[in-house]
């Protein structure tokens, strides 16, 4: 009984098993970390004037929103602002020469502000590996980062009323066993795991005979 009672405290003391095999966080998860705080603050308070819509270039015909794109959408419309994403004008075929030519885009009458996006650089990867002998890889080192850049233009005038550049990072540790998770869902991110040396066959080798070392030891001062 009293073996029984010490089990079910040692059970109850111990962590939840659901905390210790958390799933990582994948590449896209933590790269759409980092464009919201880039959104931030390039859409710091007031940088859009009361009352005016804005427009969001639009994407190249075929594609869609990216993720960062997305995150500056949300944030505009979560500040309460009018915000819509500009229709991709359909080029116009000349009946005389046959050739193609994108038509003119009429002027708004609304006091609509174009929002210019841009991403500059957008990175995800592995920095550095972490474990040697006798343990073997522990896991990598990741580090995601973006910058971009938005411009803010009076559609009306064509007045740039602002231009603005900003990037954030972030970095964190990915276990050996979790990188095949991490690199899961839509495929954006495959960055490189970077390699042990070309001796890390040997580690298994080494610590196998070290292994029978010390039991020959063992044993041979037991007699």
């Known amino acids: ?10 059970a109850a003391l111990a962590p939840p098993a659901a905390a210790k095999d958390a799933a990582p966080r994948t590449h896209v998860a933590v790269f759409d970390s980092v464009a919201s705080m880039v959104a ?11 009352g005016r819509p804005v ?15 997305q995150r500056v959408l949300q944030r505009l419309r979560a500040d309460g602002i009018d915000v819509r994403v500009a229709a991709a004008p359909t080029p116009v075929i000349d009946p005389v020469t046959g050739e193609s030519r994108m038509p003119a885009v009429a002027k708004p009458a609304d006091g609509t502000l174009q929002l210019g996006l841009r991403v500059e650089s957008k990175t995800v990867v592995y920095t550095g590996r972490r474990g040697k002998f006798p343990t073997g890889t ?8 973006l910058q971009a850049q938005a411009r803010l233009v009076d559609a009306a005038t064509g007045e740039v009323l602002w231009a603005r550049t900003a990037s954030k990072s972030a970095a964190d540790f990915v276990k050996a066993g979790d990188a ?10 495959a960055p490189s ?7 890390g066959f040997l580690e298994p080798l080494l610590v196998s005979a070290v292994v029978v070392g010390l039991v020959v030891l063992f044993y041979s001062n037991r007699t």
């Not at 522990?138 to 980062?145: C, Q, W």
């Open 180 to 189: 095949r998770a991490a690199a899961s869902g839509t495929g954006l991110f």
């Open 193 to 199: 795991i970077p390699q042990s040396s070309g001796f």
């Open 40 to 50: 931030a603050e390039l859409l710091t308070a007031g940088s859009i004037p009361a």
């Open 138 to 145: 522990k896991g990598y080192d990741r580090l995601v980062a």
């Open 1 to 10: 009984m009293a073996a029984a009672s010490l089990l079910a405290s040692l």
């Open 55 to 69: 427009e969001l270039s639009p994407p190249v015909l075929g594609d869609t929103l990216t993720i960062f794109e």
